[in-house]
């Protein structure tokens, strides 16, 4: 049986062979401000940021408005290393009812969520390549009930297909995930208690 892998090792594997060789640029896709924190923090001391909010499976519309109002509050008070900016996708919510078409009564975290994660870094990586950027990644993996190895092979996947690297992580690791519960509530972000489509929604009610 193969050794799990490590993608915070492997992270910080990347960020030691980048000192001092310049900030590549990084097109980091969040799903909502809370998660971003700890990441957009981490992250801004060695890459170049451009926070990429692409999250067509939010539902309803205020809810998703609401969530992209915060994002962008939060890159203006916070402080970095260096300076991030925001990229909003469009709102597409049949793209993701397309994804997830006869999978609507899967439990969360099964083959749904897999779809959705698909359809979220497919988008970010076909932009990576299109802007030019040296690397592309998500906060997706800093949440204890998203598994970083699904993400992570995703994410690989993907790097192949487009020809743009992708940044391994595992951002609950090293004490992010607490972290970055301590920034919304320096900062008063809002946080869901669901997270985000309609029927992880309906299964929290």
Same mark, same amino acid.
């Given at each position: 049986?193969?050794?799990?892998?490590?993608?915070?090792?492997?992270?910080?594997?990347?960020?030691?062979?980048?000192?001092?060789?310049?900030?590549?640029?990084?097109?980091?896709?969040?799903?909502?401000?809370?998660?971003?924190?700890?990441?957009?923090?981490?992250?801004?001391?060695?890459?170049?940021?451009?926070?990429?909010?692409?999250?067509?499976?939010?539902?309803?519309?205020?809810?998703? *408005?609401?969530?992209?109002?915060?994002?962008?509050?939060?890159? !203006?008070?916070?402080?970095? %290393?260096?300076? #991030?900016? $925001? &990229?909003?996708?469009?709102?597409?919510?049949?793209?993701?009812?397309?994804?997830?078409?006869?999978?609507?009564?899967?439990?969360?975290?099964?083959?749904?969520?897999?779809?959705?994660?698909?359809?979220?870094?497919?988008?970010?990586?076909?932009?990576?390549?299109?802007?030019?950027?040296?690397?592309?990644?998500?906060?997706?993996?800093?949440?204890? *009930?998203?598994?970083?190895?699904?993400?992570?092979?995703?994410? !690989?996947?993907?790097?192949? %297909?487009?020809? #743009?690297? $992708? &940044?391994?992580?595992?951002?609950?690791?090293?004490?992010?995930?607490?972290?970055?519960?301590?920034?919304?509530?320096?900062?008063?972000?809002?946080?869901?208690?669901?997270?985000?489509?309609?029927?992880?929604?309906?299964?929290?009610?």
């Amino acid at each position: 049986m193969p050794n799990k892998r490590n993608y915070q090792k492997e992270l910080e594997a990347v960020i030691n062979n980048i000192k001092d060789r310049g900030f590549p640029r990084l097109l980091l896709h969040s799903c909502c401000a809370p998660c971003s924190s700890y990441c957009m923090e981490y992250l801004s001391e060695f890459f170049d940021i451009t926070v990429f909010y692409f999250n067509p499976n939010i539902y309803p519309v205020e809810e998703y *408005l609401n969530r992209v109002s915060e994002q962008k509050r939060l890159i !203006e008070e916070m402080s970095f %290393k260096r300076p #991030v900016s $925001f &990229l909003a996708g469009e709102y597409e919510p049949e793209r993701f009812y397309e994804a997830a078409k006869g999978l609507e009564n899967e439990p969360e975290g099964g083959a749904r969520c897999e779809k959705c994660f698909i359809l979220r870094l497919e988008e970010t990586a076909a932009l990576a390549k299109k802007e030019k950027f040296d690397c592309f990644t998500t906060t997706l993996s800093i949440s204890p *009930l998203k598994s970083a190895e699904k993400l992570n092979n995703i994410g !690989e996947k993907l790097a192949e %297909k487009y020809g #743009v690297k $992708f &940044l391994n992580s595992d951002f609950k690791k090293r004490g992010g995930y607490q972290r970055s519960i301590e920034l919304s509530k320096e900062y008063g972000l809002y946080r869901q208690d669901y997270c985000g489509c309609v029927f992880s929604r309906r299964e929290q009610q």
